[in-house]
C-alpha cells in the first residue's frame, strides 16, 4: 500500500507543481481600466481564469485525499507493528495447563495454534476488558456450582468462549443463553423452552445443565481437551472421530477448524483474564456493586401477569427487571407459579402488592442490573 501511494505521488508532482503556477497568475491579467483588450482576448482570460480555479480546486482535493492516504498508511503500519510488539510485551508463558491438563507448548504446530489465539484476543483488548466486567457478575454463580460438582474451576472460562459471558447471546445455529445450548442438548439436561419461557437463558439453571453436560462427557473421554470438542462440535463427533482417525490424542486429531480453536481459546483466555493486572487489563474501580436479590415464587392466578405491573408495585425498571430474568421470553407471566428475582430491596413492596408471593431464595447474587454504591460517585 506504501508502494503504491509513492508511484502515485511521484507521477502527480508534476502536474501538481504546473497548477499551483497556473493558481499563481494574477486574476486581473489582461484587463486595463481603459478596456484596451479586445473583447476575444478579454473572454479568453476568463476561461482561462475559470479553469485555474477549477484546477486549483482539483488540487485542494487531490490534497486531502493524498493525506487521508498517508493516514491509512501510517495506521496499517502501526496495525502491524502493534502485532508485532504484542508477542514482544507479552509473551506467551512457557508453561500453560487448563483443568490440571499441561499444553505441549514444545511442540511448534501446538505453540503456532496457541499464539494465533493469543494474538488474537491481544490485538481485541476490548473485548477482554468487557468480560472482566461482565465476569464479576457471572463467575460468582458458576464458580460455587462447578465446587459444588467437583469439576475443575478453569471450566468457568467456557462461558466466555461460548457467550462472552451474555445472557441474550444467540448464534445462527439457534443456540441460546450463557452456555449456548441448542434446543435438543437444552431440553436433554432438563432446560425447558416454550413460548414465553427459555431456561437457556438463566444462569444458574443452564450451568446446572452444563455441569451435568460437561461431567457425562469427562466420564466418557477422560480428557477435558475432547470434552471441552464435544461441547462445541457435540459429543458424537468426537466419538466418532476418534473411531476414525485412531487416536484419542486431542493434539493429533483433525477437528472442525472451529472446534480446534475452542480448546486453546479457552486455556488462553483462562492465562489472560485469570492475570489480568500481569496483561495490562485493568478495570477500575467505579463504585458499581452488585445487587442483592431475593429469588421469590409468585402464583399467577388470572390468565396473565403483565411485568409492568411488577414494575409499577416495586419501582423497579423494565430493563433491571428483565436483566435480572433473562428467563422470561415475554412482557408477562402465564398461569402458574414462577421463580421471580428482585432486588432484596423491593421485596416488601412486592409482596403488599401480591400477598401470596413468598421467597424462596435470600439474598441470593445472581447477574444483572448493578446500581450505584451509596458512598461512591456515579461513574
Same mark, same amino acid.
Not at 183 to 212: F, M, P
Given at each position: 500500500?506504501?508502494?503504491?501511494?509513492?508511484?502515485?505521488?511521484?507521477?502527480? +508532482?508534476?502536474?501538481?507543481?504546473?497548477?499551483?503556477?497556473?493558481?499563481?497568475?494574477?486574476?486581473?491579467?489582461?484587463?486595463? *481600466?481603459?478596456?484596451?483588450?479586445?473583447?476575444?482576448?478579454?473572454?479568453?482570460?476568463?476561461?482561462? /481564469?475559470?479553469?485555474?480555479?477549477?484546477?486549483?480546486?482539483?488540487?485542494? %482535493?487531490?490534497?486531502?485525499?493524498?493525506?487521508?492516504?498517508? #493516514?491509512?498508511?501510517?495506521?496499517?503500519?502501526?496495525?502491524?507493528?502493534?502485532?508485532?510488539? +504484542?508477542?514482544?510485551?507479552?509473551?506467551?508463558?512457557?508453561?500453560?495447563?487448563?483443568?490440571?491438563?499441561?499444553?505441549?507448548l514444545e511442540d511448534p504446530q501446538v505453540h503456532v495454534r496457541v499464539e494465533d489465539e493469543?494474538?488474537?484476543?491481544?490485538?481485541?483488548?476490548?473485548?477482554?476488558?468487557?468480560? @472482566?466486567?461482565?465476569?464479576?457478575?457471572? =463467575?460468582?454463580?458458576?464458580?460455587?456450582?462447578?465446587?459444588?460438582?467437583?469439576?475443575? !474451576?478453569?471450566?468457568?472460562?467456557?462461558?466466555?468462549?461460548?457467550?462472552?459471558?451474555?445472557?441474550?447471546?444467540?448464534?445462527?445455529?439457534?443456540?441460546?443463553?450463557?452456555?449456548?445450548?441448542?434446543?435438543?442438548?437444552?431440553? &436433554?439436561?432438563? +432446560?425447558?423452552?416454550? *413460548?414465553w419461557l427459555d431456561d437457556r437463558r438463566n444462569l444458574e439453571s443452564s450451568t446446572d445443565?452444563?455441569?451435568?453436560?460437561?461431567?457425562?462427557?469427562?466420564?466418557?473421554?477422560?480428557?477435558?481437551? @475432547?470434552?471441552?470438542?464435544?461441547?462445541?462440535?457435540? /459429543?458424537?463427533?468426537?466419538?466418532?472421530?476418534?473411531?476414525?482417525?485412531?487416536? *484419542?490424542?486431542?493434539? !493429533?486429531?483433525?477437528?472442525?477448524?472451529?472446534?480446534?480453536?475452542?480448546?486453546?481459546?479457552?486455556?488462553? +483466555?483462562?492465562?489472560?483474564?485469570?492475570?489480568? !493486572?500481569?496483561?495490562?487489563?485493568?478495570?477500575? /474501580? !467505579?463504585?458499581?456493586?452488585?445487587?442483592?436479590?431475593?429469588?421469590?415464587?409468585?402464583?399467577?392466578?388470572?390468565? &396473565?401477569?403483565?411485568? #409492568?405491573?411488577?414494575?409499577?408495585?416495586?419501582?423497579?425498571?423494565? #430493563?433491571?427487571?428483565?436483566? @435480572?430474568?433473562?428467563?422470561?421470553?415475554? %412482557?408477562?407471566?402465564?398461569?402458574?407459579?414462577?421463580?421471580?428475582?428482585?432486588?432484596?430491596?423491593?421485596?416488601?413492596? =412486592?409482596?403488599?402488592?401480591?400477598?401470596?408471593?413468598r421467597v424462596v431464595a435470600p439474598s441470593t447474587p445472581p447477574p444483572g442490573a448493578l446500581?450505584?454504591?451509596?458512598?461512591?460517585? #456515579?461513574?
Amino acid at each position: 500500500m506504501a508502494s503504491t501511494a509513492t508511484s502515485l505521488a511521484r507521477h502527480l +508532482l508534476p502536474w501538481v507543481l504546473l497548477l499551483l503556477v497556473l493558481a499563481a497568475i494574477p486574476t486581473g491579467i489582461g484587463r486595463s *481600466s481603459f478596456s484596451a483588450v479586445p473583447a476575444p482576448t478579454e473572454s479568453r482570460v476568463q476561461q482561462l /481564469e475559470s479553469e485555474n480555479a477549477r484546477l486549483v480546486e482539483q488540487v485542494r %482535493s487531490l490534497a486531502t485525499s493524498m493525506d487521508s492516504l498517508r #493516514r491509512e498508511i501510517g495506521e496499517v503500519r502501526s496495525v502491524a507493528t502493534a502485532h508485532f510488539d +504484542l508477542l514482544e510485551r507479552w509473551p506467551i508463558p512457557r508453561r500453560l495447563e487448563f483443568a490440571g491438563e499441561v499444553v505441549p507448548l514444545e511442540d511448534p504446530q501446538v505453540h503456532v495454534r496457541v499464539e494465533d489465539e493469543w494474538t488474537r484476543y491481544l490485538v481485541n483488548r476490548h473485548w477482554l476488558i468487557s468480560w @472482566l466486567r461482565r465476569s464479576r457478575e457471572v =463467575f460468582p454463580v458458576v464458580e460455587a456450582k462447578l465446587a459444588q460438582a467437583g469439576l475443575p !474451576d478453569d471450566l468457568k472460562y467456557v462461558v466466555v468462549v461460548e457467550s462472552g459471558l451474555r445472557s441474550r447471546a444467540y448464534s445462527p445455529a439457534g443456540a441460546v443463553g450463557y452456555w449456548q445450548f441448542i434446543r435438543a442438548t437444552g431440553e &436433554r439436561y432438563g +432446560l425447558q423452552r416454550n *413460548s414465553w419461557l427459555d431456561d437457556r437463558r438463566n444462569l444458574e439453571s443452564s450451568t446446572d445443565a452444563a455441569i451435568a453436560y460437561l461431567s457425562e462427557m469427562y466420564a466418557e473421554f477422560g480428557s477435558w481437551p @475432547l470434552v471441552l470438542s464435544g461441547f462445541n462440535a457435540g /459429543e458424537r463427533r468426537v466419538r466418532e472421530s476418534v473411531e476414525e482417525q485412531g487416536t *484419542s490424542n486431542f493434539y !493429533d486429531m483433525v477437528l472442525p477448524s472451529e472446534t480446534e480453536a475452542y480448546w486453546f481459546r479457552a486455556v488462553v +483466555l483462562k492465562e489472560l483474564l485469570g492475570h489480568a !493486572d500481569r496483561y495490562g487489563l485493568h478495570v477500575p /474501580e !467505579d463504585g458499581w456493586a452488585r445487587v442483592a436479590t431475593d429469588t421469590l415464587s409468585v402464583r399467577v392466578k388470572s390468565a &396473565r401477569l403483565d411485568l #409492568r405491573e411488577i414494575c409499577q408495585s416495586t419501582g423497579v425498571a423494565y #430493563r433491571q427487571l428483565k436483566e @435480572l430474568n433473562p428467563q422470561y421470553r415475554r %412482557s408477562w407471566l402465564p398461569r402458574g407459579e414462577h421463580a421471580v428475582v428482585l432486588p432484596s430491596q423491593v421485596v416488601p413492596q =412486592f409482596v403488599e402488592s401480591f400477598p401470596a408471593a413468598r421467597v424462596v431464595a435470600p439474598s441470593t447474587p445472581p447477574p444483572g442490573a448493578l446500581r450505584a454504591s451509596p458512598t461512591s460517585p #456515579r461513574p
